[in-house]
């Protein structure tokens, strides 16, 4: 880990791409602006083990859970008009 100390105005360049700025610094508090890339996510901590727990959850879905939602879903009509329709080919005389 490294451990830096800044001023306000002051800067940190990560990596080429990433800066981030001391706005402000108070006793116990910091204000921090981070510029980045569209495609780099940046997140609160607390935040972050958020998404993490519900991305746990979701791997541990149960096949019933599957199972009910299909019942849910719409039955395919179009599949069940075929079955009802007869075809009838008509062979072509010369």
């Known amino acids: 880990m490294l451990v830096l100390s800044r001023k306000n105005g002051q800067k940190i360049i990560i990596n080429d791409v990433i800066e981030i700025t001391i ?3 108070k006793i116990d508090n910091c204000k921090i602006a981070i510029n980045a ?3 780099v996510k940046i997140y609160r901590e607390e935040v972050y083990a958020l998404i993490q727990a519900a991305n746990k959850e979701s791997e541990s879905v149960s096949i019933d859970a599957l199972g009910n939602l299909s019942d849910l879903m719409p039955k395919n ?3 069940q008009k075929l079955q009802n329709k007869k075809v009838i080919i008509k062979k072509k005389t010369n």
């Open 37 to 39: 890339p569209k495609d």
């Open 77 to 79: 009509t179009n599949e």
């Open 23 to 25: 706005l402000d610094s």
